[in-house]
T-cell receptor, first 112, second 113 residues
Framework: AQSVSQHNHHVILSEAASLELGCNYS??????LFWYVQYPGQHLQLLLK??????LVKGIKGFEAEFIKSKFSFNLRKPSVQWSDTAEYFC??????????FGQGTELSVKP | KAGVTQTPRYLIKTRGQQVTLSCSPI?????VSWYQQTPGQGLQFLFE???????NKGNFPGRFSGRQFSNSRSEMNVSTLELGDSALYLC????????????FGPGTRLTVL
C-alpha cells in the first residue's frame, strides 16, 4: 500500500533561516507529488506539484521542491522563511489508483 | 472562479444520530473527493466520485457513504455517529483526469457528543 512519511512533526525556525522539510513515499509506480499548506484558520492550499519533467519544481511564495526518484523523496525547501510561513505543511502522493495519500504533516513555527 | 464550498461549516450531533454534509465543486470540475482530518490520524481519504460514480474508496466502515449528483455536487453521509467521528471533513474537487490537482474546500467541523 502507498504511504507517505514526513520526518519532522514540528519545526521551529527564526525568520530568515532556511527551511527543508523531508518527505518520503513508498510506491513503485508513476506518482504525482504535491505539497499543500494549511495556514491557521484557513483551508488547504496547493504550494506546488510535480507530475513529470524537471525534478526541481517551483511553487508559490518562494517554495521549491526536488523530486529524487532513486530516494523516493520530495523534499520542500525555502531559502529564507518569514513569520507568515507559520503553518502546517502536508506532503501528498497520488499513484495510479487515483487516491491522494497524505503524510502526517509538519507544523512550522517561525519566530519573528 | 469560485472555490470549493462546503455546508454547513460547523455541526454538533449526538452519538447515534446521522449527518449529511454537502460539497459544491469548482465550476467545471467533475471529480469530488472526501477526506477526514483528525489530530491523531491526519488526513485520510474517504472516497472519490466522478460523474456520479464512486471511483475510489478508502478504508472506512460502511457507515460512511456518499453520492454525487448530475451537477457534480456531492454529499457525504455518516450514520450511527460515534464519538470518534468528530473531525474536520474536507472536500476537494478536480478536473476530468485522475491526475489533476485537487483543490480543497474549507471543511465541515463535525463534533459528536
Amino acid at each position: 500500500a502507498q504511504s507517505v512519511s514526513q520526518h519532522n512533526h514540528h519545526v521551529i525556525l527564526s525568520e530568515a533561516a532556511s527551511l527543508e522539510l523531508g518527505c518520503n513515499y513508498s510506491y513503485g509506480g508513476t506518482v504525482n507529488l504535491f505539497w499543500y499548506v494549511q495556514y491557521p484558520g484557513q483551508h488547504l492550499q496547493l504550494l506546488l506539484k510535480y507530475f513529470s519533467g524537471d525534478p526541481l519544481v517551483k511553487g508559490i511564495k518562494g517554495f521549491e521542491a526536488e523530486f529524487i526518484k532513486s530516494k523516493f523523496s520530495f523534499n520542500l525547501r525555502k531559502p529564507s522563511v518569514q513569520w507568515s510561513d507559520t503553518a502546517e505543511y502536508f506532503c501528498a502522493v497520488k499513484g495510479q489508483g487515483g487516491k491522494l495519500i497524505f503524510g502526517q504533516g509538519t507544523e512550522l513555527s517561525v519566530k519573528p | 472562479k469560485a472555490g470549493v464550498t462546503q455546508t454547513p461549516r460547523y455541526l454538533i450531533k449526538t452519538r447515534g444520530q446521522q449527518v449529511t454534509l454537502s460539497c459544491s465543486p469548482i465550476s467545471g470540475h467533475r471529480s469530488v473527493s472526501w477526506y477526514q482530518q483528525t489530530p491523531g490520524q491526519g488526513l485520510q481519504f474517504l472516497f472519490e466520485y466522478f460523474s456520479e460514480t464512486q471511483r475510489n474508496k478508502g478504508n472506512f466502515p460502511g457507515r460512511f457513504s456518499g453520492r454525487q449528483f448530475s451537477n457534480s455536487r456531492s454529499e457525504m453521509n455518516v450514520s450511527t455517529l460515534e464519538l470518534g467521528d468528530s473531525a474536520l471533513y474536507l472536500c476537494a474537487s478536480s478536473g476530468t483526469v485522475s491526475t489533476d490537482t485537487q483543490y480543497f474546500g474549507p471543511g465541515t467541523r463535525l463534533t459528536v457528543l
